[in-house]
């Protein structure tokens, strides 16, 4: 039985969610205003965007779980951890945190609410990109809950700031976060355009994840006969 009504376990989905992408898209703006300097920006945004997501999922997974993902929720559901009907409201309430996120990104930095952003990001090396980032971090969510579920929030965040920069898209990895950065217009934005690419991208890589780690996370049952006497 759920600890926590479902109205609870939504708004902590897009609490999340909308708190992540604030620290995405305002730390973007800051970084980019404070140096001319790419590689110090990204940074800077990586570690913003790390520090709080390892935070975000400690304090409000024992609500919802945690997930601020579409690509992670459908995996729960597809794996039967979590309802599927519930996983609607779960997706939904993380597409309207991403955009409340951006929109209170921008409000602080004195930007427009929502502006679409003009960044190209396309091509096969980003799609890629999004593929195996978005693999290696269910994989790093299921493994980690299978033998160091304790460790996730910190095991998430090491990962996610590790993609941001073996990746060639710096790693999105997340359907929602992608559609609220493309009303971003800033370091961290994203083409409307290119969105569905990316979305497409990550939701394959999450469902490629599931189906190893439902073969390699399942222990054999192994059965020795007794020796002879």
């Known amino acids: 039985m759920e600890r926590f009504s479902r109205s609870r376990r939504l708004v902590a989905e897009a609490l999340g969610t909308a708190f992540l992408v604030a620290a995405v898209v ?4 800051m970084a980019q205003g404070l140096t001319g300097d790419i590689a110090l920006a990204l940074l800077a945004n990586t570690l913003a965007t790390a520090t709080a997501l390892s935070v975000l999922i400690c304090v409000l997974g024992p609500i919802s779980g945690a997930h601020f993902n579409p690509a992670v ?3 729960m559901a597809a794996s039967r951890k979590k309802p599927s009907q519930e996983m609607i409201g779960y997706v939904a309430a993380q597409i309207a945190g991403g955009l409340a996120g951006t929109i209170a990104a921008h409000a602080m930095f004195g930007r427009t609410v929502l502006d679409l952003s003009q960044k190209v990001r396309t091509g096969g090396g980003q799609w890629l990109s999004e593929g195996l980032a978005t693999f290696g971090l269910v994989f ?5 809950a299978r033998f160091a579920r304790e460790a996730v929030p910190w095991l998430v965040g090491l990962y996610v700031a590790s993609a941001y920069w073996f990746t ?5 990895a997340n359907p929602a976060v992608t559609m609220a950065r493309a009303f971003s217009d800033t370091f961290a934005g994203i083409r409307p355009l290119d969105a569905p690419a990316f979305i497409a991208a990550q939701l394959a890589g999450a469902v490629a994840a599931l189906c190893l780690c439902r073969w390699l996370l399942r222990e054999d049952d192994e059965h020795h006969d007794l020796p002879q006497s």
């Open 73 to 75: 929720s459908l995996v």
């Open 168 to 172: 060639a898209s710096t790693s999105f």
């Open 140 to 144: 790093v969510i299921l493994a980690g």
């Open 26 to 29: 305002g730390s973007g703006i």
